[in-house]
Every structure is written in C-alpha cells, then in structure tokens.
C-alpha cells in the first residue's frame, strides 16, 4: 500500500504519521461486531510512505521534494497503562522501531491513548486521540482537540469516499480519508 503525507515541513510528526497509518489500514475493516482492524500480535502492515514538501507558490500538486521510505505498522502485543490494557501498535521505518502507539481498538473505532519511545518515555494523550471512526461512509467526520503531553493539538478528519486503489497486491477498495491539523502547526493529509 502507499500512503502520501503533505507537511509545511520536512520533520513530519509521529501523530500525522499515525493518522496516515490508520487511514491507510481503515479498507481491513471486518464484519460488525469485530474490530475494525486485526488485532492478533505479530500483524503487521507494509507501506511505501511518500512524504512530500509543497512548492514554495503552496501549489500541492507540484511538491518542491519527495521522499519515498518503506514503513511497517505492526501489532507488537499489549501493555498496561493505570490499569488499562493496550494494543502496542509499532510503527518502524525499515528495521529500525520510530515508535509506539498505545491504542484500543473496537467494531466502531480506534482509539490513541498514548505513544512511547526511547527518547521520552510515555507521552499521554488526553482525551483518546480518535484515528478512526465508523460508519464508513462519505461524511462522517470526527476531531480531536486535546494534548499530547504537553502539546494542544486540534486536527478535523472526514471520510472524504471510497476509491478503487491498484497496488503489487491487488486491487482494493479503499476509504479516503482526509484531515487537517491546524495546532500545533498546520498540515494535511489524505
């Protein structure tokens, strides 16, 4: 699968890089009642993430740079935060682990709670940073306004359609979704 983020900047966060990632893996969704995502520890997803950098005339069909890098979305197992039981979602730039996000996982959403690396630690996110809500249908929009650690961030998502999207694997039908982050900076992905 690829993935495409557009940041104002080279240094594209770990959050924008997660919300890429579950927009990505949101065409895994299973039958109701199941989670939407697979949640068994060791599957894992493969991506090709192209970041890109807007010319400087901010016209997002002509980037100023690409960059193409493999990234791999894995289940890494669980951990126990204030007696609460996570998934480990482990997102790795080729082998080397970038870091891990602390989410839950239901028929009706995904759920951010928290991210770790080796740098910081535990950062808390409060509330649950919404990745993913359903229905799974043009319109439905969610935002998250609230901190990571100490940061206040505001992001507005949207399921903007589903598209037919051919890759090495098949073809696939897939969901776009659309977001946009005005704090701390802003940025956009799809």
Request: glycine fraction near 6%.
């Amino acid at each position: 699968a690829e993935a495409i983020e557009l940041s104002p900047q080279h240094d594209v966060s770990s959050k924008m890089k997660l919300a890429v990632a579950i927009a990505a893996l949101a065409p895994l969704i299973c039958v109701a009642g199941e989670p939407l995502i697979p949640i068994a520890p060791g599957t894992a997803w493969n991506y090709e993430l192209l970041v890109e950098t807007p010319s400087k005339n901010h016209d997002l069909t002509e980037p100023d740079d690409e960059q193409s890098a493999p990234v791999t979305y894995r289940i890494g197992g669980t951990e126990t935060i204030d007696n609460k039981q996570f998934l480990r979602l482990q997102i790795l730039h080729g082998d080397l682990l970038e870091s891990t996000d602390l989410i839950s996982v239901n028929d009706h959403e995904i759920l951010c709670s928290a991210r770790a690396d080796d740098k910081t630690g535990i950062t808390k996110i409060n509330p649950p940073q919404p990745m993913v809500l359903s229905p799974f249908r043009a319109g439905t929009n969610w935002k998250f306004d609230g901190t990571i650690g100490d940061t206040k961030v505001a992001q507005r998502y949207e399921i903007i359609g589903a598209e037919d999207v051919e890759l090495p694997a098949g073809k696939f039908r897939a969901w776009r979704i659309h977001c946009d982050q005005t704090a701390p900076t802003r940025g956009t992905i799809d």
